[in-house]
C-alpha cells in the first residue's frame, strides 16, 4: 500500500522537483497538488512554468491544483505533506497540519532551529528523528513535522560528517557559488546575473553556520543539542549557473591526517545509518570523489548519484588552518532540497513511523 | 619629452589594456608593438583580435607588428618595455632587455619571488622600487626588471593593507571568482563555461599565497622580505563573467576593531606612498568602500576609479574566524595587470627613475 | 529657459535611460519622477534597481517618487511627459494629460497604430509630427501625445529608409535575436534564458510587421496613411544578450543596385529632415557599416554613436528573393526607447512647439 | 556479428557524439580510435575534453588513441569509418581509405557537393545511396564515401520534407541561432560570446543554401540533380547556446493550406523510405511539433527522440511570402552531425551494403 501525498507549493522548482522524483515512486502516491498563489482550480499542466530535465508526467499535467486549505488535506486522507512554500506562508500551516495528524516533511526555512524539530540529512543524523515523540507531546500534535535543512548546508554538513568522524574539526570557512535555481523560478532576473554575479543571499549565511550545528550536534531527551565543537563561517555568492551549488571548504582539523587518509574517509563514507534500510532514493556512494584537478564542475557533475551525490575534489593541504581545503558540489533542488525530503519520508516509511 | 614605449605581447587581452591605457597618455608614446607569434610583419588593426570597451585607436591600428627581438627594441632607443608575455617566452627575453639597458615593467610571472625583483603595487610598496639598485649590482645588467604581481593577488593585497597597518592581520583565507579574461583570447573555451563554472586555475593559488608576503613584504638590503606574520590560503575558480575578478575574504585580525572602524580604515586609504607624486593612472581612491548588501558586482563595479579601484563591500564581523570577512572586487586586466603595470612606470618617472 | 520634464514609470530600464539621457540635457531638466507601483513617496535611489552602466546621478537618486497622479503633473507645470509605463497603465492617463495641456512623448505600445497619432523616428519621419494639430482638433485636446515605436520596428526601418528612398523596396523578411532588457527588470528570469534562447516575444512581430509601414508611409490631412508597396515579415527570439537588438534582414528590392552601391546608400544616410536642426541626441551618423565578416555585434558595436547609431554590416545579395541580406544592430533601450523618446522632443522644441 | 567501426578525430564533439551513439550499439562495435593531433599514443580518457552529457564509458576511456593512418585501418579489418576530421584533413585521407575498400561515413565538409557521393538525411533521401554502385565504377573503389549534410541543413531540410512533398515549396527564407558546440571544443572563446552574439559562421550559410537541394534532390543514372524547384536564402548566427540550433524559417508555399494542415503533414510524416527497416538509431516520430506559444526552446527540446527529432513550433501563416514561418529545432552534434552519421550506417547495415 503506497503513502498518499500532498506536494504544497507543486508549482515552484522545488515542486517540480518532488513531482519528477515522486512520480512513480515505489513507496508513495502524488495525490494532492497545492499551489499557494491565484492557480488554484487550474490543471498543473496548463499552469505550471517546468523548467527542469525530465519531461512533466502526463498524468500529473493533468491534475487540479487545490487551494491551500488543511481541511481539505485532512479530508483527502493524505499521509505526508512534502511543502515547498515560500517561509511565511509555510508558518501558518504546517502547525495546523501537524496537530491534525499529518506527517510533514518541509523544506521552508521557518522553525528550523527549534530543539524539538528535526532537521535531517538521513545520512549524517537519521536518529534525530526520535525527536518526534518529544515534539509530539510537548506540543499535543498527532502528527509531526520534520525540516529539510537549507540546501548549501546539506551539501557542506555531509562533506564534513566523515572528517568530523575520524579527524575532528575546529573550524569551517565556506564559500559558496550557487545556482540561480536556488531562487526560484523569478528569483534572479537575467538582466541581474548576465556576465556578473551577486555576492549576497538573503539570510543564507546565518543557514549555513547555525543549521550545519544542529545536522551535526547531538539528540538529548529535551531537545537535538547544537554542536559546540565546531564553528562555521560562511560568505554565500550567486553565479550564472543554473542547477548545482559549489562551495569552496577550509577545514581546520584536529588530527593531521594525510591527504590520502582522507579521500579514503569520504571516499568510504557510507552512513551506517541508514545503510541496512534499502531507502529507494539513497545513493550508492553519498560523496564521489573526483580526482582530476578541475572537477568537481557544477554541469558535469551534479547529476552523479541522479543528483543524490555530493562530488568532493581538489582536496589539499591547507597550510594556514592546518588541515585541508577542497571543493564539494551538490544538486541544489535535489541533494539539496526535494531528494533529501523524499529520502527522509522514506525513512520515516522504514522505521515504521508512517 | 615623453618616454618611448614597446608593448610585447600586444595583440593579447592585456597588450590591449596596455594599449588603451598608454595611448594619449601625457608621459609615454607608444612606438613598437611586438607579437611573440606568427603575426609579427602585420598590421596591428588587422591582426588582433580586440574585445576591450573602448575602440582601437585608429593611429595604433596602422601600426606593424614587430617580432620578438631584443636588438631591434634596444636599437629603436625604447624607454620602458611593458611585457604581457607566456612567462615561458618572457623568460629568455627579459633578462636580456634588462641587461641591454631597458626597463622592463612585466606582468609575466617567471621571476616573481626572486628577492632582488620588486613585485610593486605602488599604493602598498612603492618603496620596494629601491632594491633596483641591489638588482643592478648583482646581475651587472644596466637596466632592470620591475613586475606586475598576480592579478587576484593585487586585489586581494589592496584590501589588505590598511587592516595590516590599523589591526594586525595573522590568517587570510581567500576564496575567488575570476573572470574569462583572466585566461586570455582563448583560455576559457565557451563549450566549457557556459551554464558551469571551474573549481581550478592553474598556479593561481600558489601566486595569491606567495606574492601577497612579498608585495606585504619590506625592504632589506639583501633582497625583499616576506611578509613572516601573515598567512594566506586561497582556493581559485573560473566563473562565466567577462571581467572583474571577486574575492571572498575571511580576516583573523590581531585588534578586535569595530565593523564602524574598518569600513572607516579602509575609506581613508590613501597611500602615503604615491600620494603626492602626481601619477595619472592613480585612482582618487584605491578603495571604494559600498554599504549596499550586495554590492560589489562585475558588471556594475569593475569600471570604478577607471578600473583602478577596488570595491569592497559586505563587511561583516567574522566569529568563527575572529575578525572580520568581505567581499572584494577589483578589475582584473587594469588593477590586477595593465593599469598597475601603468602606475609603476609612472612612479618610476615621478621619481626619476626613468 | 529648460523644458520641465516629467517621467513616468522611472524604475524601470527605459526610465532609467530616460534620467541617464535627459540628466545634464541643455534643453530640459527633470523635475518630476513618477512609478506606477507602490514605491511612490520613497527616495529614487533606495528604491530603484538601476542596471544601465552609468552611475546614478546622486541629484537624482535623491529625488522622491510620485505617485501616478493627473492632477499633480499638470500642477507642477510640466512642459514634457515622458512615458515607460505598460501599456494598460499608459492607456488610462495619457490622454487625461493630453487633455490638460500636457505634451506626451510615449513609449507605452497603446494607440501606436491610430492615424491621428504620430510615431515618430525623426530621421525617418519628422514631417509625421505635423498630424499634431489634426490630433488635437479631431480630440479637443490642449496637448497632444507622441508615440515611440516599437524598439525592433526602429532599428528596422532606420535600416530600410535609404533602401526604399533609392532603390525600391518589396518585401522584408526580418529574423530578430533581441537583448534580455527589452523585457524590463524582471521579464525574463534566468532559470529560462541561460543556455538557451526564447522563440517567442508576446505581441512583438505585429508590432514590427504594422508599425514599420505607418512610420514609412505619408502624411496625409487626415492621418498617417500606411506604405502599402511594402510588406514586412517578422519572427522575433529572445537571446541571452542584455542590450542590443541584432536583426537578420532579407529584402526584395525594385532595383537591382551593386552591393556597392547599397553600402554608399547606407553610409551616406544623414536624414535630410532634421539634419540642420542641431539636435543634441542625433548620431553623427544614424546608420554606421562595418565591413568586417563577424560585425555588428551587440556587445562590441551597442554604444555605437552614443547607443543612437544603428550598426549594419554583413551586406551580401540576396539571389533567392532577388534583393540583398543584411544583419542590423540597435541599442535597444535607447535607440529602440528612451534615445528616440528624447530625440523627438528635441525635434518639438527645435519646430517650437514646445 | 557486429560490424568493427572506427572513429576518425575521436577526441572532438562530434567524435564524442559517435562514441556515445556506438558504444553498446547492437550492429556495431568500436574498435579504434584514431586522432589527428600529436595524442596519438594516448590514453583517450586522459587525453579528450569529455563534454557531453553522458559518462564517457569506461571501456573506451582505456583505448589508445591512433594516428591518422590509413594502412593501419585498413590493415585492423574496420568495416566503417566514421570521420569527424577537419575537411582539409579529411580530404587527404578518405579517397585513399575507400580506395582500399573500407566503407567512410564522413561528417567533413569536403566533397559534399560531388554528383556521386550521396549526401544522406535517411528519412529525406535515403535512396541517393543507390548511387554508390557508380561513384565505385566511376572512381575505381573498392569501398565507399557517404557524406553527411551541415547540422544547420539537416534540421532545416527535414522540417521542409513534408511541406514540399505536400504543399510545394518555391523559396525558403532561413535565419538560424547556433549553438556554441557546433564550433568544436575550442571553436568558440567565451571572452567572445558572453553577452553577446556572432552574426557569421564561416561557409555555413553557403552549405545551407546548395546542400539542401541536393538532399531534396533526385537520383539519376550520372549522379544526384540538385533541386530546380526550390531556391534557399540564409543567414547564420552564433548564440551562447551549449546545444541545438534554432531556425526561423520562412517558407513561400505553391498551394495554400490551413496552418491545421500544415501541423498534420508535419506530425505525420514517418518517411516511407526507412520506416520498415527497424534502424536502431531512427527516432519514432523525426519531426515533433509542439503548440505552446514559446516553443521550441534548446535547453527544454534538444534531447527529443534522443536527440534525433527535430522540433518545430510557432506554426503561423506567412502573408508577405504567401506561405508559412515557423521555428525548427534541432540537436546540433546528433542529429546535426553524429547521429544521422549512425544512422546513415544502420541504413547501409540493413539495405545489406556493409
Not at 487551494?67 to 488535506?73: D, R, S, V
Not at 529539510?148 to 569551517?172: A, H, M, Q, Y
Not at 533529501?340 to 508512517?354: F, P, Q, R, S
Amino acid at each position: 500500500m503506497k503513502r498518499r501525498v500532498a506536494i504544497l507549493g507543486a508549482t515552484g522548482i522545488v515542486g517540480q522537483r518532488f513531482i519528477s522524483l515522486l512520480h512513480n515512486h515505489p513507496w508513495f502516491e502524488i495525490e494532492l497538488l497545492v499551489s499557494s498563489d491565484k492557480s488554484s482550480g487550474k490543471i498543473y499542466g496548463e499552469t505550471v512554468k517546468w523548467v527542469i530535465e525530465h519531461h512533466l508526467p502526463s498524468s500529473i499535467a493533468e491534475l487540479t491544483l487545490h487551494p491551500l486549505n488543511p481541511e481539505l488535506i485532512i479530508k483527502e486522507d493524505i499521509d505526508v505533506v512534502f511543502t515547498a512554500l515560500p517561509a511565511e506562508v509555510a508558518m501558518q500551516i504546517e502547525a495546523e497540519l501537524a496537530k491534525h495528524g499529518i506527517v510533514v516533511v518541509s523544506n521552508s526555512s521557518n522553525m528550523r532551529m527549534e530543539p524539538d524539530i528535526p532537521l535531517i540529512v538521513p545520512e549524517i543524523n537519521a536518529e534525530h528523528i526520535d525527536i518526534i515523540n518529544y515534539q509530539q507531546k510537548k506540543r499535543a500534535w498527532e502528527g509531526f513535522i520534520v525540516k529539510i535543512p537549507n540546501c548549501t548546508t546539506i551539501i557542506l554538513s555531509l562533506s564534513l560528517k566523515p572528517l568530523i568522524d575520524e579527524f575532528g574539526v575546529e573550524r569551517v570557512v565556506a564559500s559558496s557559488m550557487q545556482a540561480v535555481s536556488g531562487a526560484g523560478l523569478t528569483g534572479v532576473p537575467s538582466v541581474v546575473i548576465l556576465d556578473n554575479l551577486i555576492p549576497y543571499i538573503e539570510g543564507e549565511e546565518e543557514k549555513v553556520e547555525s543549521e550545519s550545528l544542529k545536522i551535526l550536534g547531538e539528540l538529548s531527551p529535551g531537545g537535538i543539542q547544537l554542536n559546540r565543537d565546531l564553528k562555521v563561517t560562511a560568505s554565500c555568492h550567486r553565479v550564472p549557473v543554473l542547477d548545482g551549488h559549489t562551495i569552496a571548504v577550509f577545514a581546520e582539523l584536529k588530527e593531521k591526517p594525510t591527504i590520502h587518509d582522507i579521500i579514503r574517509a569520504l571516499e568510504e563514507f557510507r552512513s551506517n545509518k541508514i545503510k541496512n534500510l534499502g531507502l529507494p532514493t539513497a545513493p550508492a556512494k553519498p560523496i564521489v570523489v573526483r580526482r582530476e584537478l578541475d572537477r568537481p564542475q557544477p554541469r558535469l557533475d551534479r547529476l552523479e548519484g541522479k543528483g543524490m551525490s555530493v562530488v568532493v575534489g581538489r582536496l589539499r593541504e591547507d597550510k594556514a588552518l592546518g588541515g585541508v581545503k577542497y571543493v564539494v558540489l551538490g544538486h541544489n533542488t535535489v541533494r539539496g532540497a526535494a531528494g533529501t525530503g523524499v529520502l527522509i519520508a522514506e525513512l520515516l516509511v522504514a522505521k515504521n513511523i508512517i
